[in-house]
């Protein structure tokens, strides 16, 4: 069967509608015996012929078949479609935990060390599956990270090595390594405290228990100088109060606490932080209802309200938001400054590893913790 991208890649108009009446002839033909698999099903919606070809399948000949596509997708161009949602079943299927992905990739594991005739240790396996997320595709979806592992496993036949290493691993990955050997050690060194500064407050805050991370890293990756990749260990809790949004106020703030303890100023590097918390503190009043005021509280506005309110109402919520966010730099400094100690030591291990999985600064965690009982 001929690939969409070798259809695509048809000049000729009269030719392409050719060879999709073709492709349809044989699926129609074949239908009792084959299950049509479409990756990324939005790559049919648009282009005529294509979503002529998915109506056919679909609608008149009932041809099996299966379509990948995230859930936002879905909703606008497919179930909003009410003459196509009618011949649609939905299966809802959530990226695996860490824990399973070891168990989804073994096999490949033990292919690719006696294709390539290369060893890997444990510690490595679970620094591959912990930093998958740094990829260019920024997922744990098991095909991304049996591919990292693949490219490692090259990597190490290609410069002769018996084990694939960390270094093997990190070689998959789109990192700015031109601007990455540019920077000074002070400004690593800011990077470093800035990052574990999230990590710390992520693990300190009380009311964030449902998020875990992945790995903290100091390399420039997906257009950050540093970056905490965090996930949900299991079910999202349904219901967050607003200490919890104040705990996510105070994690963003946090990386900015940390680097000013060895810089004393702040710099530009935490201007996503800044506006990630001026759009979360706006939401929790707007949005959420979460007001102190009762006059703003059980009720929800959009952002067209909030710009024609007066002047005089639009000063409360403004106080409100900021009152907000000060709420969650307090918490930030009050959990920095408890953590000193171990906020040096995970910063200056960084300098050195450039990545931590989250295995490795829970043992560094405990470590701490049992020497300053």
């Excluded at 396996?125 to 744990?140: D, K, R, V």
């Excluded at 060194?189 to 100091?218: F, L, P």
Aim: glycine share 4%; proline share 2%; net charge neutral.
């Amino acid at each position: 069967m001929l690939r969409i991208e070798k259809l695509l890649a048809i000049k000729s108009e009269s030719v392409y509608e050719k060879t999709i009446k073709k492709l349809v002839k044989f699926l129609v033909e074949n239908r009792r015996n084959i299950v049509i698999y479409i990756d990324n099903g939005l790559y049919m919606k648009t282009d005529e012929y294509l979503i002529t070809t998915l109506y056919a399948c679909i609608k008149k000949y009932h041809v099996p078949m299966m379509l990948t596509i995230n859930l936002q997708d879905y909703k606008r161009y497919f179930l909003a479609d009410t003459s196509i949602a009618k011949y649609l079943n939905e299966v809802y299927i959530t990226k695996p935990e860490k824990r399973e992905l070891r168990l989804m990739i073994d096999a490949h594991i033990k292919l690719f060390e006696k294709r390539y005739k290369v060893k890997i240790n444990e510690n490595i396996i679970n620094f591959g599956i912990y930093t998958a997320c740094l990829s260019e595709s920024p997922s744990a979806e098991p095909g991304n990270v049996i591919n990292i592992f693949e490219k490692a496993f090259l990597e190490a036949r290609r410069k002769g090595k018996k084990e694939v290493d960390k270094q093997c691993i990190l070689s998959c990955y789109n990192t700015y390594y031109k601007t990455y050997e540019k920077l000074n050690k002070k400004s690593l060194r800011a990077i470093s405290y800035h990052e574990t500064g999230h990590y710390i407050a992520q693990v300190k805050c009380e009311n964030q228990t449902d998020m875990k991370i992945s790995c903290v890293s100091i390399l420039p990756m997906m257009n950050w100088m540093g970056v905490n990749i965090p996930y949900t260990d299991g079910e999202e809790l349904g219901l967050y109060s607003k200490e919890y949004f104040i705990d996510n106020i105070a994690i963003s703030l946090a990386g900015r606490v940390a680097e000013k303890k060895i810089t004393n100023t702040e710099s530009t590097g935490a201007s996503s932080d800044l506006q990630h918390v001026s759009i979360f503190a706006k939401s929790i009043v707007l949005d959420w209802g979460l007001s102190n005021k009762d006059i703003n509280r059980n009720r929800s506005y959009d952002y067209e309200d909030y710009y024609i309110m007066p002047e005089s109402k639009k000063e409360l919520i403004d106080k409100e938001i900021q009152e907000l966010i000060d709420a969650g730099m307090q918490r930030a400094e009050k959990i920095i400054n408890e953590n000193e100690g171990l906020l040096k030591i995970i910063a200056e291990r960084l300098m050195v590893d450039e990545i931590l999985t989250g295995e490795e600064l829970e043992q560094i965690c405990k470590e701490y913790e049992g020497k300053n009982k």
